[in-house]
Nanobody
Framework: QVQLVESGGGLVQAGASLRLSCEAS????????VAWFRQAPGKEREFVGG????????RLADSVKGRFTISRDNAKSTVYLQMSSLVPEDTAIYYC?????????????????WGQGTQVTVSS
């Protein structure tokens, strides 16, 4: 059984930085593409970005380009979302999701495994 656990969320002021972690357990992690999503109250879930299984390729939503980066350490079975220059509009629950069946890490893929989410709140 695969499990993903997010951590690193919290309450910060606008302009601050946070690093979220997504740690996997249960199976070999290095072969999975992973994506980050977020969902704000009353809004639909939004794709934030994704990273290939190797970590050599990433993609980010336009709304976070230049502020967020995604990286991974397969030896630690962990994917990171580094967030900087945070704004109140970044307030949401952030989820990581793994693709266990293909190399896709796009917004449209239906990811098989999801974490429980971590809350990020940015005050103005």
């Amino acid at each position: 059984q695969v499990q993903l656990v997010e951590s690193g969320g919290g309450l910060v002021q606008a302009g601050a930085s946070l690093r979220l972690s997504c740690e996997a357990s249960g199976r070999t992690f290095s072969g999975w593409p992973v994506a980050w999503f977020r969902q704000a109250p009353g809004k639909e879930r939004e794709f934030v970005g994704g990273i290939s299984w190797s970590g050599y390729s990433t993609r980010l939503a336009d709304s976070v380009k230049g502020r967020f980066t995604i990286s991974r350490d397969n030896a630690k079975s962990t994917v990171y979302l580094q967030m900087s220059s945070l704004v109140p509009e970044d307030t949401a629950i952030y989820y990581c999701a793994a693709n266990l069946q293909s190399r896709d890490y796009s917004a449209s893929y239906e990811y098989e495994c999801w974490g429980q989410g971590t809350q990020v709140t940015v005050s103005s």
